[in-house]
């Protein structure tokens, strides 16, 4: 990072990222409506727990769009702020919700970290991180931005790849985060606790699963 804030950002790399993750599948719309369904059901139990009809943040930041159509429900209730470092990726989103008259939406890609200063904050984090073109190492540092952009006691719901089946030792110290292709689950565990989020689940998420690649689940709520 440079003192102009920017970074070296999205370099594609294929695709496959180094270290022999392999990304053998492409997007599927049955796959991608079963995780809308999960997301949706998963956010309206939290919100039941507490005593609230249904969930109603009232601004969203999705980041990452390439395996999933999130923006396609989170458009319906909520001023929603599309994000991604692949353009490809947000003109095929703008283009989608479009069609849909989500008026309600903006679409940003993030260049260098002032894009991300620049973002509103938002009571809602929504990513589901794709390795295919990007590598661990700058989804990590653009998630960790994204994190201080949600406000106390706003939630962040994450899907990450988080274990490649060829490493046995996934602790702090044992390998550096620049040498994986994932985001093991201490780093994003490290993440969260320097931004005051509290855990609420951890899950392991078959829909997403690669050939070589195990996704989880993250729900957390900012204490402070």
């Known amino acids: 990072m440079g003192d102009d804030g920017g970074f070296d950002w999205?370099?594609?790399v294929g695709n496959a990222p180094p270290g022999g993750a392999v990304f053998s599948y492409s997007y599927d719309e049955g796959r991608a409506s079963a995780l809308a369904r999960d997301d949706a059901a998963l956010l309206d139990?939290?919100?039941?727990?507490?005593?609230?009809?249904?969930?109603?943040?009232?601004q969203v930041i999705e980041f990452g769009v390439e395996l999933t159509r999130g923006s396609d429900w989170l458009a319906r209730s909520a001023a929603l702020t599309v994000t991604d470092i692949i353009p490809s990726d947000i003109?095929?989103?703008?283009?989608?919700?479009?069609?849909?008259?989500?008026?309600?939406?903006?679409?940003?890609?993030?260049?260098?970290?002032?894009?991300?200063?620049?973002?509103p904050s938002c009571d809602l984090l929504y990513a589901i991180l794709?390795?295919?073109?990007?590598?661990?190492?700058?989804?990590?540092?653009?998630?960790?931005?994204?994190?201080?952009?949600?406000?106390?006691?706003?939630?962040?719901?994450?899907r990450v790849p988080t274990q490649h089946k060829?490493?046995?030792?996934?602790?702090?110290?044992?390998?550096?985060l620049g040498e994986l292709?994932?985001?093991?689950?201490?780093?994003?565990?490290?993440?969260?606790n320097s931004k005051g989020f509290s855990l609420l689940l951890v899950q392991e998420e078959p829909l997403l699963r690669a050939a070589d690649i195990l996704y989880h689940t993250f729900l957390a709520q900012r204490q402070n």
Do not use: C
């Not at 139990?45 to 009232?58: D, K, W």
């Open 10 to 12: 999205w370099t594609p």
């Open 45 to 58: 139990n939290f919100y039941g727990r507490r005593g609230q009809a249904s969930p109603r943040p009232s």
């Open 91 to 119: 003109y095929a989103a703008r283009k989608r919700l479009q069609a849909k008259s989500a008026s309600n939406t903006k679409f940003v890609i993030l260049q260098n970290r002032r894009d991300i200063d620049t973002l």
């Open 130 to 158: 794709s390795l295919r073109h990007t590598r661990a190492t700058v989804l990590a540092q653009v998630l960790d931005l994204l994190l201080a952009k949600v406000a106390q006691d706003g939630l962040t719901l994450l």
């Open 166 to 176: 060829h490493y046995q030792f996934m602790l702090p110290g044992s390998q550096e």
């Open 181 to 192: 292709d994932v985001i093991p689950q201490w780093k994003l565990f490290e993440m969260l």
